[in-house]
């Protein structure tokens, strides 16, 4: 258990490491969500065939159009998220990203028919308006595009959450190769995506920007995932929950300590009703045990 703990601490915190290099990559988001999805897919595919484990294609020929509509939707996901990179803080981007469990939280009741408890409301309503806050207090910055940023962010969250939800539908295949297949059909999507919006720029990269590349798809995809799937097999639900948030924390921590961007007192104040509202939405209350 503690070695599944520390496996799921360094892969979140490895993910909340992504902007920085994101920044220093100079292709177009697509462009980069597709060597990120190329290289990670080869590394897993590569780690699988190490370990001698069979892909069940027989489980997966069963669930392969939802396992490719969640493909899809990371890919997606990636490319606006690369965006809101490029458009605002890393801080203002990923808080805006971390949108996304509250949107599963309001679409559960429609899709499962799950009841929405009075704390779920409180929870979104709460998530909804530091939302409000983060908005409210973005577009005074130099660049004066955040609010298309967070416009990014948030659209990357209801891709976000579809891969989410989607995931919920998909029975009989494991984490990782769940997430194998799910990074060959993102690669499926985006090479035509690539094509007809500008093609390959990889000549333009500098050697900065190769190293980077690499890391962001080795390390920040293939590496995390493996680590994060091999985690999440021995951790109880709940607490691989509240252990995700160690992501947007450190990307909060990156953007103010190390790109030096700033953060205001209102922004700061939505990010926190955001991420405490919907962490205490995943806690659930102890079972008492029978006198």
Known sequence: MKRARNQMILSMAIFGTLAPFVRCISVSSGELALYRAVLAAVLIGAWLLLIRQMVPFGAIRRQLPLLLASGVAMGINWILLFEAYRYTTVSVATLSYYFAPVLVTAACPFLFRERLTLKQGVCFVM???GLV???GASGMGE???D???ILFGLGAAVFYASVILLNKFIRGV???HRTFVQFLAAILTL????ALTGGVTLGGLDGPGWVCLLIVGLVHTGVTYCLYFSALKELPG?????????????????SVLVLRESISLWQAVGGALILGFTLWNEISPPVRAKS
Request: glycine share 8%; hydrophobic share 45%; charged share 10%.
């Open 127 to 129: 998530s909804t308006l």
């Open 133 to 135: 806050l983060i908005t």
């Open 143 to 145: 660049s004066g595009t």
């Open 147 to 149: 609010h298309l940023g």
């Open 174 to 176: 494991e984490g990782i």
């Open 191 to 194: 090479i035509p995506y690539v």
């Open 238 to 254: 709940q607490k691989a929950a509240i252990l995700s948030y160690i992501d947007p924390l450190t990307a909060v921590l990156v």
